[in-house]
Nanobody
Framework: QVQLVESGGGLVQTGGSLRLSCAASGRTFSSYSMGWFRQAPGKEREFVAVITWMDGTTRYADSVKGRFTISRDNTKKTVALQMNNLKPEDTAAYYC?????????????????WGQGTQVTVSS
């Protein structure tokens, strides 16, 4: 069982930065791949980034590549999403999620545990 709590969302102007954090409970955090997803009003949830448990490989959605960076600290049981050069289209509720799968980590259905979400709003 893993419980996830996100923090760090807020209101920022275009071009600004935010750092989201996700704190996990449970003794097996290091054996989960951790992902970030987002969902804007009226839109489907979409993959943002993932960092695998095995070797820390990262993967990003094309829309955030070069602007967002995902990282994890297994000792502190946290995963972070550094978001730079934010755009209005990044406005969404952001969710962290944990997966024991080894593939298809871009799909929300691969994740068993989800946080409650944190809102990011980027003003133009």
């Amino acid at each position: 069982q893993v419980q996830l709590v996100e923090s760090g969302g807020g209101l920022v102007q275009t071009g600004g930065s935010l750092r989201l954090s996700c704190a996990a409970s449970g003794r097996t955090f290091s054996s989960y791949s951790m992902g970030w997803f987002r969902q804007a009003p009226g839109k489907e949830r979409e993959f943002v980034a993932v960092i695998t448990w095995m070797d820390g490989t990262t993967r990003y959605a094309d829309s955030v590549k070069g602007r967002f960076t995902i990282s994890r600290d297994n000792t502190k049981k946290t995963v972070a999403l550094q978001m730079n050069n934010l755009k209005p289209e990044d406005t969404a509720a952001y969710y962290c999620a944990a997966s024991r799968e080894s593939s298809r980590l871009g799909l929300g259905t691969s994740y068993a545990y989800w946080g409650q979400g944190t809102q990011v709003t980027v003003s133009s």
